[in-house]
């Protein structure tokens, strides 16, 4: 068994020790699953509509109750969770990709490329990050399903960044400078040294990018931002019911517990592995 096998064991018993990790990732487990098996548990169709049935509180026939259409509420909230975790995955995704290549060209190879990609990095870390996704929509088609795109591109600033700060620290080394002598190709050590090395802070960074984009897509969606009816997220649901707070909450709150709780067990998980990376093991 390699070493750093043995280390990744060591650092993931570390990791589940803590009970507060543990109790994060299986919150965050269960409404992920949820959402996945959404058309397995969903007891009937998250768009049916059925006027005589609007408004009725939670039941054993409707477990969360019904909209004022009729919507089942237990179903549009599966659906819509899966709506704003996938969504927000792929923009994670998209930002740690953009991240990573652009800054280790960026801090690797350093000269035009890295002033090139550093201006331009600049200049959208400038704007603030809801107007971003809102300008790279719109740049991308509104309303298309390019939502999940936005957010990635509009997110990759902040990851090029640390992905350039992290290869300058790593280029700085000797070992660098030997492999280079040993006839070492720029991509065999990219591979092999750069982003070994800091492939730590990426994943750190990946569960924030990932609150944050949830935290957006349901800010957005509550908006009436980037999804198209009968389209819907959790932030449209919380939005959907706004209207009916005195009179059946739980059309809001539900959906508002799923996003609070979405975005603090990744925080909480977050938190859990840079301590365990930290940790003596």
Known sequence: MSENTLLFR???????????????????????????????????????????????????????????LGRDHFSRILFAGRVTLGYSLTATLIALGLGLVLGVI????????DTVIMRITEVLSAVPYFLLVIVFEIMLG????????????????????????????????????????LGFSDLTIILRHVINNIMNSLV???????????????????????????????????AGGYGDLRVNPHLSLIPCAVIMLSVLSVNLIGNGIRDALEAEV
Request: aromatic letters at 12%; proline letters at 5%; glycine letters at 10%.
């Open 10 to 68: 060591r650092r993931l018993r570390y990791f589940m020790r803590q009970p507060m990790n543990v109790c994060a990732l299986v919150i965050f487990l269960f409404i992920a699953l949820a959402c996945i098996l959404a058309p397995l548990l969903a007891k009937e169709n998250y768009n049916l509509v059925n006027v005589y049935q609007g408004m009725e509180p939670p039941s054993a026939e409707h477990i969360f109750g019904t909209d004022r």
């Open 106 to 113: 960026s801090g690797y190879f350093g000269g035009l490329a």
């Open 142 to 181: 509104f309303g298309q399903g390019n939502f999940k795109y936005a957010m990635g591109i509009a997110a990759a600033p902040a990851i090029i960044h640390l992905v350039r700060a992290e290869t300058l620290n790593v280029v700085g080394n000797e070992y660098i400078e030997a492999a280079r002598a």
């Open 204 to 238: 750190l960074h990946a569960t924030g990018t990932y609150a944050d984009a949830m935290l957006t897509c349901s800010i957005l969606g509550y908006l009436g931002i980037g999804f198209v009816p009968p389209q819907a997220d959790l932030g449209t649901l919380i």
